[in-house]
């Protein structure tokens, strides 16, 4: 799985920081699913920075 592979790569590089992009859950998402970067908040050894859908002046930013 995605979180897995993201905490294994952190740790096989020793990562300080690992950074992932995530958005605000709906209720039932809430309820029912964890998001991918809750799991590797949760796993990781190193801090985890959570960047969300918007940029820090409050505009969207570029989806790929």
């Known amino acids: 799985t995605p979180d897995k592979e993201i905490v294994r790569l952190g740790e096989e590089i020793d990562a300080g ?3 992932v992009g995530g958005r605000r859950p709906k209720w039932f998402e809430r309820i029912f ?3 991918y970067f809750e799991r590797v ?3 990781a050894k190193c801090p985890v920075l959570v960047v969300g ?3 820090m002046n ?3 930013t570029a989806r790929p």
């Open 33 to 35: 699913l964890t998001g």
């Open 58 to 60: 409050g505009v969207r």
């Open 17 to 19: 920081l690992i950074v």
């Open 41 to 43: 908040c949760r796993r």
């Open 53 to 55: 859908e918007r940029g």
